[in-house]
């Protein structure tokens, strides 16, 4: 079956460039998406399985070493994991430190 220059004209004149930029722009974002999805999904280096280690060790912050042991426990550990543990971690430690109550002969010497 063959096209005819009309049919081919009727729909070329359907797609205007605006569209044609849009798609380029779509598939870029998408093919960023998907090389961030990979990157995530790679097993972590040396280097951080170490600190991973590490944390596994520590007693200070119970949650960041309960997830350490867990995720020391598999094979291969994946970026997004260690990236999570990292994030628990600093939330963990940035919590607001609470101290004991000061007693009242305290609180006047401070005065």
């Known amino acids: ?12 004149s359907q797609f205007k460039l605006e569209d044609l ?22 097993p972590i280096e040396s280097q ?6 590490l944390l596994t060790e520590q007693q200070q912050y119970p949650s960041t070493q309960k997830m350490a042991n ?14 999570r543990l990292m994030w628990a971690h600093y939330a963990e430690s940035s919590k607001i430190k609470e101290y ?3 007693a009242q002969d305290d609180a006047e010497q401070v005065n």
């Open 1 to 12: 079956m063959l096209i005819s220059k009309d049919q081919f004209l009727k729909f070329k």
């Open 21 to 42: 930029l849009n798609i380029v722009v779509v598939l870029v974002i998408l093919s960023i998406i998907f090389c961030a999805v990979l990157a995530l999904k790679r």
């Open 48 to 53: 951080k399985y170490d600190k991973v280690r």
């Open 70 to 83: 867990y995720l020391i426990l598999q094979d291969n550990i994946a970026a997004s994991d260690y990236f």
């Open 100 to 102: 004991p109550a000061m």
